[in-house]
């Protein structure tokens, strides 16, 4: 964008009001790029930080990602388990029984942590 600028004032002579106005143009694309320059590093040491302003919020929302991450991969392997301790045959490894695996799905995406825990204290977690 600064080139495009720097171009436009190549063709005007120093002095005239458009030469000025671009002037301003160019600073303000230059004051731009250093603000949100600022937003990703750090002034002090340049390091790259966290699109957060204030410490606490970003930590809420790095614990918020965390649990909905740690609450997907729960779903996919307490569906899968409950997939293949349901089927019990190599060939269905290969080829999906898609209705089955489309109601453990929809049957289990509350019920597996309470379900994991239950079977972590029984025994049955591990087998």
Known sequence: ELTSYEKILSDYEIGTSIYFATLEKMHYVKNRFFHQLILVCN????????????????????????????????????????????????????????????????????REIPNSWDNLFKGKLLR
Do not use: H
């Not at 040491?45 to 930590?59: A, C, E, I, N, V």
């Not at 779903?75 to 019990?88: A, D, H």
């Open 43 to 110: 002034r002090n040491d340049g390091l790259p930080r966290l699109f957060f302003f204030k410490p606490s919020t970003s930590y809420n929302y790095f614990i918020i990602s965390v649990l909905q991450f740690l609450y997907i991969t729960i779903c996919i392997g307490w569906v899968s388990r409950e997939y293949l301790l349901r089927t019990k045959q190599y060939e269905s490894e290969i080829l999906i029984n898609l209705p089955l695996a489309l109601t453990l799905m929809i049957k289990s995406t509350f």
